[in-house]
C-alpha cells in the first residue's frame, strides 16, 4: 500500500518511487491520475484499474496473482490508501487469503492539517465526508458532541453549507481549514465556523479545490 502526493509532486517518498518501479503491477484508484505521476517519475510499470466499483472477482484476481508470486502495489488518486478508499477492500481480501501486506506510508491530508493546527491533538475524531443530503443533520451533532477535536473532509459544492450546519449545531465552534493543500494555491483559514464561512463567501474566487477542516 504506497502513499503518493496529495499536491506536490516532490512529497512522494524515495521509498514510494523505487517500490512503484520495481513491482510486477500497479493497481490504481483511477489509472488516468496515476499515470501523471508515473509519467513524472519516470515509471512504466504496468497498471490495473481497481476503484469502489471493483468486483470481488476483480479483487480475487489480484489475489491470485499475489499468490502465483508476483508483487503488487496499490495506490489512490491522492495521499495514503485505507482512507475512504477501495484500497480496504484488496487489503481485506489479502488478509483473509493470508498474503503479506506492507505499508509504504507519505503524504496524508489529515497528518498535514494537524501537523500545522497547532492545538493538542492526542486525540482526535475521524470522520470522513458529511453525508450529501440525508444524515447530514445526524453526522454534524455527533460532532458537535464530541469532547475531542474532530477533522472532516469537504468538497467545494457542500463546503460553504456545512460551516454553516455546523455553526447552527455548534454555535463559535473554532476551526482550522485548509484549502488545497501542498499545492501552489493552498491555504489555511483559522476563526469560528461563521468566520470562515464568512470569508470564503467574500472570496468566492477561493471556493475551489479540496477541503480538510478541524473542529475544535
Known amino acids: 500500500m504506497v502513499a503518493t502526493p496529495i499536491g506536490n509532486m516532490g512529497d512522494m517518498t524515495y521509498r514510494g518511487v523505487e517500490t512503484l518501479k ?4 500497479i493497481a490504481c484508484e483511477d489509472t488516468r491520475v496515476t499515470k501523471k505521476l ?8 504496468q ?11 476483480k479483487i480475487q484476481h489480484l489475489i491470485s496473482q499475489l499468490q502465483s508470486g508476483k508483487s503488487i502495489a496499490y495506490v489512490t488518486d491522492a495521499g495514503t490508501p485505507g482512507i475512504s478508499d477501495p484500497g480496504n477492500q484488496l487489503v481485506a481480501a489479502c488478509v483473509e487469503e493470508g498474503v503479506d ?11 498535514a492539517i494537524i501537523s500545522i493546527a497547532g492545538v493538542d491533538m492526542q486525540k482526535f475524531l475521524f470522520m470522513a465526508y458529511p453525508p450529501h443530503k440525508k444524515g447530514r443533520h445526524t453526522f454534524f451533532e455527533k460532532l458537535a458532541s464530541s469532547e475531542n ?26 476551526v482550522i481549514l485548509g484549502r488545497e493543500l ?3 494555491f493552498e491555504q489555511v483559514a483559522r476563526g469560528t465556523a461563521g468566520e470562515v464561512r464568512e470569508h ?9 479545490g479540496e477541503f480538510v477542516i478541524i473542529v475544535i
Not at 101 to 109: D, E, F, K, L, W
Not at 200 to 208: A, L, T, W, Y
Request: proline letters at 7%; a negative charge.
Open 47 to 57: 497498471t490495473v484499474s481497481l476503484n469502489q466499483h471493483a468486483s470481488p472477482e
Open 101 to 111: 501486506v506492507v505499508a509504504v506510508p507519505g503524504a496524508s491530508a489529515i497528518s
Open 149 to 174: 477535536p474532530v477533522i472532516y473532509y469537504d468538497s467545494v459544492h457542500r463546503v460553504l453549507k456545512n460551516l454553516d450546519l455546523l455553526e447552527e449545531k455548534k454555535p463559535g465552534a473554532q
Open 22 to 25: 520495481s513491482v510486477d503491477l
Open 182 to 184: 501542498t499545492k501552489m
Open 38 to 45: 508515473l509519467m513524472h517519475y519516470g515509471i512504466d510499470t
Open 200 to 208: 470564503f463567501i467574500e472570496n468566492p474566487s477561493q471556493v475551489k
